[in-house]
C-alpha cells in the first residue's frame, strides 16, 4: 500500500464521524437551546407535550404572580364543583380541560357584563370576554396571561385530536383555572 493510498483510506474512514461532529459544534446553541426548552422527558404528539408543559408552567407563574399581589386566591379543593372536576380529570383528562375552560370562560362574561355591559352586549359569543378583559384596565397583566396561557392549552387539547393530557396535567389545569375564576370574582367585588 503506499502513501496516497493509505491518506485516502484514512480520509474515508474519518469523512462520517469528522462531519457529524462539525454539524453538531457548528448547531451547539441550537442544540442547547431546543434542550433549555423541553421540560419533560416524554413527548405524546409532537411538540405538543412540551408546549402544554410549558404553558402549564407559565400559567402558574402568572398565579403566583397574582398571589404575591393580593390573598391567595387557589380555593379549597374540597370546593363540589372543583371535585366533580377532579373526577372527572381522571375518567377523560380532556373533558375535564374543556369543562374548566367553561367555567372560566362563564366568569370572564360575568366580568365583562358587569364592568363593561355595552362592550359585553356587543360580543355575541362567551369566548370574546378576552377582548373586554384585555380593555380593561382593572385586570393585573398576570392575570391575563394566566388567562392566555390557559386558553392555548384548552386550544392544543381540543384542536389536537391525538393528544391526551396526562391525569396530572388536567387535574392541574383545573387547580389554576379555578384560581383564577376566583381572582376574576375577587377583582369583580373590589370594583
Keep these: 500500500m503506499d502513501a496516497l493510498t493509505a491518506i485516502v483510506e484514512l480520509v474515508k474512514a474519518l469523512a462520517w464521524p469528522a462531519s457529524a461532529f462539525a454539524i ?5 446553541r441550537a ?7 423541553i421540560r ?3 413527548v405524546k404528539y409532537k411538540d405538543v407535550e412540551f408546549t402544554f408543559k410549558r404553558d402549564l408552567e407559565q400559567a402558574r407563574e402568572s398565579i403566583k404572580k397574582i398571589e404575591t399581589i393580593t390573598p391567595p386566591a387557589l380555593p379549597a379543593p374540597q370546593e363540589p364543583e372543583i371535585d366533580d372536576l377532579m ?5 377523560s383528562p380532556r373533558a375535564a380541560v374543556v369543562e374548566a375552560w367553561i367555567r372560566l370562560e362563564a366568569a370572564g362574561a360575568e366580568f365583562a357584563r358587569k364592568h363593561a355591559p355595552a ?5 355575541r359569543r362567551p369566548s370574546m370576554f378576552l377582548d373586554v378583559l384585555r380593555r380593561h384596565e382593572s385586570i393585573p397583566t398576570a392575570v391575563m396571561t394566566a ?3 390557559l386558553r392555548d392549552i384548552r386550544n392544543r387539547t381540543v384542536h389536537t385530536p391525538d393528544f ?3 391525569v396530572d396535567d388536567a387535574e392541574e389545569y383545573v387547580l389554576l383555572t379555578f384560581a383564577v375564576v376566583e381572582d376574576l370574582r375577587r377583582i369583580s367585588e373590589q370594583t
Design 40 to 42: 419533560e422527558g416524554r
Design 147 to 149: 388567562i392566555q396561557k
Design 87 to 91: 373526577a372527572l380529570a381522571q375518567l
Design 31 to 37: 442544540i442547547l437551546r431546543l434542550i433549555d426548552s
Design 119 to 123: 362592550e359585553a352586549s356587543r360580543q
Design 164 to 166: 391526551q393530557p396526562s
Design 24 to 28: 453538531i459544534f457548528l448547531l451547539r
